[in-house]
């Protein structure tokens, strides 16, 4: 671990003319008749999104949320011809662990702000020093301030892998790190664990698919075009039916059409809002209200980060990417993820016929995912959604101390 941190900052700043043109295009919004959807069963609903759209114009101030942002040292580096934007945090402690945190999609690097503090500075939280660790929160290729990616058309998650390791390794001189991720950054994060378990203390996941998820002929479709069993009993058939609602749109368009959706949600502010509002809306655990989980504001900096650097339509790209170039081992032993690997479970991702945490942990043991991870610490919760660092970060902190405490 190098003493001397080898970059300059760069911090964080959006350029006046990309917010007076952003100011622009939401007041010439042209809205859609969206009649009976305040219930949101058509999607998103013109009703909130134009009271979202409305205080973006009038109320949101990005300079507020810039400044936030910059209160944390960012970086700006190339790698291996990727243009690659970091924020870090310092550990406070006697000899903090690097640990390099992957966010997934609709999310952005910020995702991570509430979990930063704690674990680079453990004791501030009444927690303990030896807990600490550098904090590395990158922006995926081709995500926020990771851009532009003209290069690079089939960036995935096994291909931002080696990025980090990279980055982690060469640019920033750790001959060790610890590695953590959810969404798609648990595939970055479990192809860490498969391809270089030995540089890696261990790492610490979301979820705990298979890294082949996107593979095959209907990676689209969760389940392989599959019917729904027979016989299933009503409350386990309403909830897989409620997952794949959840969850089957995004997939279809990304990986069968992204630059098709690309192009409407890259010219305007709105419908790129509307589209990953429906994706914090439905998949955290929101109970119908996204703002019990996202301020406004929260809302608008998350999604401006997608827009001021034009960066939609090579995030979606991700799943495509996935399929097209998809995923090969680099070695034939097992685990297939040799790392060891602690992975956090959520309730509103619970699979059908599954209610309660310890129900969740056997689910997942006897599911044929367990067997490609070396697990060592398993947790599931009660509360949480998708975006699990956001909506229970002391969990999250909590879970992911626990994994790496005795591997430092």
């Given at each position: 671990?190098?003493?001397?941190?080898?970059?300059?900052?760069?911090?964080?700043?959006?350029?006046d003319e990309?917010?007076?043109?952003?100011?622009?295009?939401l007041?010439?919004t042209r809205?859609p008749?969206d009649v009976?959807?305040d219930?949101w069963s058509?999607?998103?609903?013109?009703?909130y999104?134009q009271?979202?759209v409305?205080?973006?114009?009038?109320?949101y101030?990005?300079r507020?949320?810039?400044?936030?942002?910059?209160?944390?040292?960012?970086?700006?580096?190339?790698?291996?011809?990727?243009?690659i934007?970091?924020?870090r945090?310092?550990g406070?402690?006697?000899n903090?662990?690097p640990?390099?945190?992957?966010?997934?999609?609709?999310w952005?690097f910020?995702?991570?702000?509430?979990?930063?503090?704690?674990l680079?500075d453990?004791?501030?939280?009444?927690?303990?020093?030896?807990?600490?660790?550098?904090?590395?929160?990158?922006?995926?290729?081709?995500?926020?301030?990771?851009?532009?990616?003209?290069k690079?058309?089939d960036?995935?998650?096994?291909k931002?892998?080696?990025?980090?390791?990279t980055?982690?390794t060469?640019?920033?001189?750790h001959t060790?790190y610890?590695a953590?991720?959810c969404?798609?950054?648990?595939?970055?994060t479990?192809q860490?664990?498969h391809?270089?378990?030995?540089?890696l203390h261990g790492?610490h996941?979301?979820?705990?698919?298979?890294?082949?998820?996107?593979?095959?002929?209907?990676?689209?479709?969760?389940?392989?075009g599959?019917?729904?069993?027979?016989?299933l009993?009503?409350?386990a058939?309403?909830?897989?039916?409620?997952?794949?609602?959840?969850?089957?749109?995004?997939?279809?368009?990304?990986l069968?059409?992204?630059?098709?959706?690309?192009?409407?949600?890259?010219?305007?502010?709105a419908?790129?809002?509307?589209?990953?509002?429906?994706?914090?809306?439905?998949?955290?655990?929101?109970?119908g209200?996204v703002?019990?989980?996202?301020?406004?504001?929260?809302?608008?900096?998350?999604?401006?980060?997608?827009w001021?650097?034009?960066a939609?339509?090579?995030?979606?790209?991700?799943?495509?990417?996935a399929?097209?170039?998809?995923?090969?081992?680099?070695?034939d032993?097992?685990?297939?993820?040799?790392?060891?690997?602690?992975?956090?479970?959520?309730?509103?991702e619970?699979?059908?016929g599954?209610?309660?945490?310890e129900?969740?942990?056997?689910?997942?043991?006897?599911?044929?995912r367990?067997?490609?991870y070396n697990?060592?610490?398993l947790?599931?919760?009660?509360?949480?959604g998708?975006?699990?660092?956001?909506?229970?970060?002391?969990?999250w902190?909590d879970?992911?101390?626990?994994?790496?405490r005795?591997r430092r």
């Amino acid at each position: 671990m190098t003493s001397t941190f080898p970059l300059t900052p760069s911090p964080i700043h959006v350029a006046d003319e990309v917010l007076d043109d952003l100011a622009t295009r939401l007041r010439l919004t042209r809205w859609p008749d969206d009649v009976a959807n305040d219930d949101w069963s058509y999607g998103v609903s013109r009703r909130y999104l134009q009271e979202l759209v409305d205080y973006w114009i009038d109320e949101y101030d990005w300079r507020k949320a810039e400044s936030a942002i910059n209160a944390y040292e960012h970086y700006r580096v190339d790698v291996d011809g990727v243009p690659i934007h970091f924020l870090r945090k310092p550990g406070v402690g006697p000899n903090p662990t690097p640990l390099i945190l992957t966010h997934g999609w609709p999310w952005t690097f910020w995702h991570w702000a509430k979990v930063i503090d704690p674990l680079a500075d453990p004791a501030a939280f009444g927690g303990d020093p030896a807990d600490a660790f550098e904090v590395i929160v990158p922006s995926l290729p081709g995500f926020g301030f990771s851009t532009p990616l003209p290069k690079h058309p089939d960036m995935n998650f096994w291909k931002v892998a080696d990025l980090w390791h990279t980055l982690m390794t060469g640019t920033l001189g750790h001959t060790k790190y610890a590695a953590a991720g959810c969404d798609v950054g648990a595939l970055v994060t479990g192809q860490l664990g498969h391809k270089y378990p030995g540089e890696l203390h261990g790492i610490h996941i979301g979820s705990g698919q298979k890294l082949t998820l996107f593979s095959g002929d209907r990676a689209w479709d969760l389940s392989g075009g599959q019917p729904i069993p027979p016989g299933l009993p009503e409350p386990a058939y309403r909830q897989l039916l409620s997952l794949e609602r959840r969850f089957a749109v995004h997939l279809a368009a990304h990986l069968l059409q992204p630059s098709t959706l690309a192009f409407g949600l890259s010219d305007s502010p709105a419908g790129l809002l509307a589209w990953i509002l429906q994706r914090w809306a439905s998949w955290s655990d929101s109970h119908g209200d996204v703002e019990t989980v996202f301020s406004k504001d929260d809302l608008l900096t998350h999604a401006m980060i997608f827009w001021v650097n034009n960066a939609i339509g090579t995030s979606i790209r991700y799943y495509a990417n996935a399929n097209r170039y998809p995923w090969t081992p680099s070695h034939d032993r097992v685990p297939v993820i040799e790392a060891p690997t602690g992975i956090t479970f959520v309730g509103h991702e619970n699979p059908p016929g599954v209610t309660t945490a310890e129900q969740r942990v056997a689910s997942w043991l006897a599911s044929d995912r367990a067997e490609w991870y070396n697990h060592v610490n398993l947790t599931a919760h009660e509360a949480g959604g998708h975006f699990i660092p956001w909506e229970i970060p002391d969990a999250w902190v909590d879970d992911l101390r626990r994994t790496f405490r005795t591997r430092r």
